[in-house]
């Protein structure tokens, strides 16, 4: 959940006047908003699955790490600006992780808490995520702000002990609790656009051991996608600001991320996205093998990952608890 440059508009008023002219079907403009109506909930399934392979001194170590979260958007209410306040909530999270050292999969239905290094840690974040009420402000161009996540998960992260086997990184933090919900969401541009219109966003997020990844998205109106659904197309190019004194240093050396997004303009709510983000890190520094001195491990590896992400409008109703 970025405006188009000034060039790109220019351009875009061009074409639309050159094919108003011309009579051409991709002549429309279209104002694309989302719209939100007191008392209504919407229902999305998100399912994320990435896949990495690090080779460092000739071995290589292959992870996969799928999650499907269910979640529920409920509009408490909306200002007279469209602008709308809403109580996001997980209802539902599966994980399965697999690697050389061995396997994880846990659903929060489920009653048994799987084994392993850091199991315990994890099942503990992910039931106390759900049911969870976070929430937000949420504008017509889907700009989200004032996220509030709930102070018993705030409480149970601390609690969690950073430092700790298991304790919570990355997507698993306040940090990047928020940054899902923010990328749950569409981005929409604040003119009205023609067929190769293109707006910009950037996203910050933190990486682990890795610093702050910084995400510039560039979106594309595709036009009409059928039945009063608007195609909006992704690229995105990644780039990294290092951690302050880390003994690790993570270079890219080749990506490409690109996705798409299917946009119902009739009724306000994006349907359905698409987005796959390709990365080659070249990562080498020292990490600590154990507590004396001397075991220390020099790293020279290369790591490859591949991560697709697609996101659901659920039918009315849905319910996965």
Request: net charge positive.
């Amino acid at each position: 959940m970025r405006t188009s440059t000034f060039s790109a508009l220019r351009w875009g008023l061009l074409v639309a006047v050159g094919l108003a002219g011309a009579g051409g079907e991709h002549a429309r403009a279209a104002t694309l908003r989302w719209k939100f109506n007191r008392g209504e909930t919407l229902h999305y399934q998100l399912e994320e699955k990435t896949v990495s392979a690090t080779t460092n001194q000739g071995k290589t170590i292959k992870t996969t790490v799928t999650q499907t979260i269910d979640m529920s958007w409920a509009v408490k209410d909306v200002g007279a600006d469209g602008t709308a306040t809403v109580t996001m909530t997980f209802d539902r999270m599966r994980t399965k992780i697999n690697t050389a050292f061995g396997s994880f999969e846990y659903d929060t239905k489920q009653n048994d808490a799987p084994e392993g290094i850091g199991a315990a840690t994890v099942v503990t974040i992910l039931k106390k995520l759900i049911g969870a009420p976070f929430t937000a402000r949420m504008s017509p161009l889907g700009e989200l702000s004032d996220i509030q996540v709930p102070e018993s998960v705030v409480k149970m992260l601390k609690e969690a002990g950073a430092g700790r086997q298991g304790a919570p990184t990355g997507m698993f933090s306040e940090g990047g609790l928020k940054n899902m919900i923010i990328e749950a969401g569409l981005p929409l541009p604040k003119d009205d656009v023609a067929q190769g219109t293109t707006w910009k966003r950037q996203s910050k997020v933190q990486a682990p051991a890795a610093g702050t990844m910084i995400v510039d998205k560039v979106y594309t109106y595709d036009g009409p996608a059928g039945a009063g659904e608007e195609k909006i197309g992704l690229k995105s190019q990644v780039s990294l600001e290092p951690m302050a004194n880390s003994p690790v240093t993570f270079k890219i050396e080749s990506q490409d991320g690109r996705g798409t997004y299917v946009f119902d303009n009739k009724a306000g709510r994006m349907s359905q996205s698409s987005v796959n983000v390709k990365l080659k890190l070249h990562i080498t520094g020292k990490i600590k093998t154990g507590p004396q001195e001397s075991d220390v491990q020099e790293l020279n590896a290369v790591q490859d990952q591949d991560t697709s992400t697609i996101m659901k409008l659920q039918p009315s109703g849905s319910s996965t608890n």
